[in-house]
């Protein structure tokens, strides 16, 4: 494989890794925002690499190479919360699978290294691997004790999380006890909040669109749209993720009945290049006339508004908005 070649490899392996920016995790931030997968290897990361000096004898390249690629996989199907994992659910195998996806256009001696670094820390065989598998359970609790969290947030199951990695070294040890008292802290917070303030404006709202036909969808959705699938495939609904949200496509009798807009993709100044994109996939625009509105091609301008309609294979009607 020639140098030029590899180059091109290796920059479509991180235009697919850009995907972790926007894959969400269980965590919010301390201002309010759904964590992502990225955010949470930076971090991670950082406390391998401020913490170097109090694990002696440790290979901290290894350990870095191993914290920046244990959730590559979760960029083509997304983070699976630890309360909803099981051993039964094949995560592991499935993440693996995912990960071979992930790096297949890297040379092959990336990918074999690549590879065997995510085995040694899912296995977590070596002291590199066993540190970064205790550093990734207390950087989600930290998170999680310092995060602007939903009011039913469970932190007292953060107590018995990851025990078995975070007792792995006396510095893991040293900073799991220190978070437990910060669990324990913000669990009693959270106790102490009146049961009314328990309102639907601290949970994630998701969008929900009825179809007939769900393998039409799924090419519509995925193949003309963009969007990524979340989740295990089920023969009544499919699951997607669309930056921060998520949509649910379902299999509905009454799909396609609903002539108000289901879906709006707030997406800024890009209006006119998203509309050129999706027609270019075949997606059809529709028109109206709407009163102190002028149209510009296929994009609707209302003042310093723009916008653009659009239908799925059901009939639904969908927007893109900006400005």
């Given at each position: 494989?020639s140098?030029?070649?590899?180059l091109?490899?290796?920059?479509a392996?991180l235009?697919t890794?850009?995907?972790l920016k926007?894959t969400?995790?269980?965590?919010?931030?301390t201002?309010g925002?759904?964590e992502?997968v990225?955010?949470?290897?930076w971090?991670?990361?950082?406390?391998?690499?401020?913490?170097?000096d109090?694990?002696?004898?440790?290979d901290?390249a290894?350990?870095l190479k191993?914290?920046?690629i244990?959730d590559?996989?979760?960029a083509?199907?997304?983070?699976?919360?630890?309360?909803?994992?099981?051993?039964?659910?094949?995560?592991?195998?499935?993440?693996?699978e995912?990960?071979?996806?992930v790096?297949a256009?890297?040379p092959e001696?990336l990918?074999?290294e690549?590879?065997?670094?995510?085995?040694?820390?899912?296995?977590?065989r070596?002291?590199?691997a066993q540190?970064?598998?205790?550093l990734?359970k207390?950087?989600?609790?930290?998170?999680h004790?310092q995060g602007?969290n939903?009011?039913?947030?469970d932190?007292?199951?953060?107590l018995t999380?990851?025990q078995t990695y975070?007792a792995a070294?006396?510095?893991l040890?040293?900073?799991?006890?220190?978070l437990?008292?910060?669990t324990e802290?913000?669990?009693?917070?959270?106790?102490?909040q009146?049961?009314?303030?328990?309102?639907?404006?601290d949970?994630e709202?998701?969008?929900?669109?009825?179809?007939?036909?769900l393998?039409?969808a799924?090419?519509?959705?995925e193949?003309?749209?963009?969007?990524k699938?979340?989740?295990d495939?089920d023969?009544?609904?499919?699951?997607y993720?669309?930056?921060?949200?998520?949509?649910l496509?379902?299999?509905?009798?009454?799909?396609?009945?609903?002539?108000a807009t289901?879906?709006t993709w707030m997406?800024?100044k890009?209006?006119e290049?998203?509309v050129?994109?999706?027609?270019?996939?075949?997606?059809?625009?529709?028109?109206y006339?709407?009163?102190?509105?002028?149209?510009?091609g296929?994009?609707?301008?209302?003042g310093?508004?723009?916008?653009?309609w659009f239908?799925?294979?059901d009939?639904?009607?969908?927007a893109?908005?900006?400005s």
């Amino acid at each position: 494989m020639s140098a030029d070649v590899e180059l091109d490899g290796i920059l479509a392996f991180l235009r697919t890794a850009e995907r972790l920016k926007s894959t969400p995790r269980s965590g919010w931030t301390t201002a309010g925002e759904r964590e992502s997968v990225a955010a949470h290897t930076w971090r991670l990361s950082l406390m391998a690499a401020v913490l170097s000096d109090r694990f002696p004898g440790i290979d901290l390249a290894r350990l870095l190479k191993i914290c920046l690629i244990h959730d590559l996989g979760e960029a083509l199907h997304g983070d699976v919360p630890a309360p909803q994992q099981s051993p039964e659910a094949g995560k592991a195998a499935r993440e693996r699978e995912d990960l071979q996806s992930v790096l297949a256009p890297l040379p092959e001696r990336l990918r074999e290294e690549l590879i065997a670094l995510w085995d040694e820390y899912e296995a977590a065989r070596t002291p590199e691997a066993q540190l970064a598998k205790g550093l990734d359970k207390l950087e989600t609790i930290l998170q999680h004790t310092q995060g602007l969290n939903p009011t039913d947030f469970d932190y007292r199951f953060n107590l018995t999380y990851g025990q078995t990695y975070t007792a792995a070294h006396p510095i893991l040890t040293a900073l799991r006890a220190r978070l437990d008292e910060a669990t324990e802290d913000r669990a009693r917070s959270s106790n102490d909040q009146p049961e009314e303030d328990a309102m639907l404006g601290d949970h994630e709202a998701v969008a929900t669109v009825a179809v007939k036909d769900l393998e039409a969808a799924r090419r519509f959705y995925e193949g003309k749209l963009g969007l990524k699938r979340t989740g295990d495939d089920d023969p009544e609904y499919t699951a997607y993720q669309s930056g921060s949200s998520s949509l649910l496509v379902y299999r509905s009798q009454y799909a396609g009945t609903n002539r108000a807009t289901s879906v709006t993709w707030m997406v800024g100044k890009q209006v006119e290049d998203i509309v050129r994109a999706l027609k270019a996939k075949g997606v059809t625009f529709e028109t109206y006339d709407l009163p102190e509105t002028t149209r510009t091609g296929d994009v609707h301008v209302t003042g310093a508004q723009k916008a653009a309609w659009f239908k799925d294979p059901d009939g639904n009607i969908h927007a893109i908005v900006g400005s």
